[in-house]
């Protein structure tokens, strides 16, 4: 199971705590993640990637294991640690502004 950790405004909107565990078959991506992600919690489809293109919305940020994720290809194995369920993989959204 993946660990994952969701920002405030989409614990609400998928009425969860503040971390949701999904089943994801290898390869474990941000791509897979999100996929299940996705499936398991359907209201949550397109706040965090775009549903035509599929990238990432502009302001929210992925997070593993202490790195910004959010640049690296969707497809990219996500750390070994995140995989084995030590570290969450999180969801951040992130604030815009003066």
Do not use: W
Request: proline fraction near 8%.
């Amino acid at each position: 199971m993946i660990r994952v950790i969701l920002p405030p405004h989409l614990r609400t909107l998928a009425k969860v705590e503040r971390e949701v565990s999904v089943s994801v078959s290898s390869p474990v991506t941000q791509r897979s993640v999100l996929d299940a992600v996705e499936k398991e919690y359907p209201m949550l489809l397109g706040t965090m990637r775009d549903r035509r293109t599929g990238k990432r919305r502009p302001l929210v940020r992925f997070f593993a294991c202490e790195e910004d994720l959010s640049n690296e290809s969707p497809d990219a194995d996500l750390p070994e640690r995140v995989v084995k369920g030590e570290e969450p993989f999180m969801v951040v959204g992130a604030m815009a502004g003066g």
